[in-house]
Nanobody
């Protein structure tokens, strides 16, 4: 199983970016894809998660209403649309896969496959 994240870059405060995470190597029915981020000097924190079966998307409080996460199951690709970006959103963003949908989606321990990370920098 492989994850390929892309879409990071430099954006001004108030701007938008869309991150992509392409999964390959098997079928993902029942899987959960999550996004986490790690700012310099801080731990890795949960951002958003959704499952291949859809129906519910979980968001961290800090991004709710600004970020939207969706999975194109035909392409096995997740998209994290990030609007109204702020300097505090600056971090390396990682996508990850969780094979057990009944686990805690916000806990990074639940995820067993991680992408390489993509850097998002928001200037003030």
């Amino acid at each position: 199983v492989q994850l390929q994240a892309s879409g990071g870059g430099l954006v001004q405060a108030g701007g938008s970016l869309r991150l992509s995470c392409a999964a390959s190597g098997r079928t993902f029915n029942g899987y959960v894809m999550g996004w986490f981020r790690q700012a310099p000097g801080k731990g890795r924190e949960f951002v958003a998660a959704d499952s291949w079966s859809g129906g519910y998307t979980d968001y961290a409080h800090s991004v709710r209403g600004r970020f939207t996460f969706s999975i194109d199951t035909a392409k096995n690709t997740g998209y994290l649309q990030m609007n109204s970006l702020q300097p505090e959103d600056t971090a390396v963003y990682y996508c990850a896969l969780n094979s057990y949908s009944d686990s805690d989606w916000a806990d990074r321990i639940s995820y067993d496959c991680w992408g390489q990370g993509t850097l998002v920098t928001v200037s003030s």
